[in-house]
């Protein structure tokens, strides 16, 4: 099916636009993302209606999203490696958001390593998206260990067991995705605009 779609889409592409190879990978790329990411919602969101957590996925994936703005971090390089992780991570944590109770100074200190780990690590950029601009990289890890701080902070003032739970791991979840160790697991290159030139001329 994703085979079917995606040569259906590129051959109109290719019909009605001059588009040189290199164009024409990267748009054959970016369709194959777009099927994955879509398709994969679908299965989160229809199994987390199913099971009841739609608010606490809700919850958990703005939160997660929102770091991910500044820090960036992996995304898995092959099709099933984003299907396994995305599952275990977007239906079981929702879920544990809504059961577990983690005591005030456990979520503090869990909270203060992520911050460090984000001054350490973010922004962290992929071979696709290197973040060549140096000012930008700074102005990033600012603003995510800012957040950062600021998830913290919301531990103070929200109630809200299920919504601080989220808080917590949304946290979490960032500041896993920036380590050097995950792009290691997953088979990736780290720090890509370090070797940006280097890779240009290749």
Request: proline residues 2%; glycine residues 4%; contains cysteine.
């Amino acid at each position: 099916m994703k085979d079917l779609l995606i040569n259906s889409a590129m051959n109109n592409i290719e019909k009605y636009c001059n588009y040189d190879k290199v164009k024409l990978k990267e748009i054959r790329y970016g369709l194959s993302s777009l099927y994955l990411t879509v398709t994969k919602t679908i299965v989160i969101f229809g199994i987390s209606y199913i099971l009841g957590y739609i608010k606490p996925l809700l919850l958990l994936m703005a939160l997660y999203s929102i770091l991910r703005l500044t820090g960036f971090g992996a995304h898995a390089k092959k099709s099933w490696h984003c299907w396994i992780s995305s599952l275990l991570v977007f239906l079981i944590l929702p879920y544990l958001c809504t059961i577990l109770i983690i005591d005030y100074r456990v979520k503090v200190t869990l909270g203060i390593i992520c911050v460090i780990l984000l001054g350490f690590f973010a922004p962290a950029d992929t071979e696709k998206r290197p973040l060549i601009n140096k000012k930008r990289r700074i102005a990033y890890k600012i603003i995510s260990v800012l957040m950062g701080l600021l998830y913290i902070v919301l531990f103070t003032f929200i109630k809200d067991n299920t919504l601080n739970n989220c808080i917590l791991f949304g946290l979490i979840i960032e500041t896993c995705v920036i380590l050097p160790i995950t792009y290691k697991v997953f088979g990736l290159k780290y720090n890509n605009y370090k070797t940006y030139n280097l890779n240009k001329k290749e």
